[in-house]
């Protein structure tokens, strides 16, 4: 059974920094393509960053240049450096695994984190 736990969510204020951490279970996460998402109070989830089974890294536009998705293939588990926080980067976080296809939905995912709540305040 897959099993992803995130965990280093907090509350910081504005310009602050935190990381977060997926280590997964179950499943072997260097043969995976793996993400982060987040979701705000009212709206969808929606992507933050992924990375590859290869280590390539791809961002959405919002996040890139603060945000650094990485992986540590001896801990299995994969990270989300979140730096220059913003109040509208508030969210709860979800890390998912098992990616296909484009890996900037929900859709193209298989295996969900319980998520990890982020607060930023200004």
């Known amino acids: 059974q897959v099993q992803l736990v995130e965990s280093g969510g907090g509350s910081v204020q504005a310009g602050g920094s935190l990381r977060l951490s997926c280590a997964a279970s179950?499943?072997?996460?260097?043969?995976?393509?793996s993400g982060w998402f987040r979701q705000a109070p009212g709206k969808e989830r929606e992507f933050v960053a992924t990375?590859?089974?290869?280590?390539?890294?791809y961002y959405a536009d919002s996040v890139k240049g603060r945000f650094t998705i990485s992986r540590d293939n001896a801990k299995n588990t994969v990270y989300l450096q979140m730096n220059s926080l913003k109040p509208e980067d508030t969210a709860v976080y979800y890390c998912?695994?098992?990616?296909?296809?484009?890996?900037?939905?929900?859709?193209?995912?298989?295996?969900w984190g319980q998520g990890t709540q982020v607060t930023v305040s200004s």
């Open positions: 990375i590859t089974w290869s280590g390539g890294t």
């Open positions: 998912a695994g098992g990616g296909s296809g484009r890996l900037i939905s929900t859709q193209e995912y298989a295996y």
């Open positions: 179950g499943r072997t996460l260097i043969r995976d393509d």
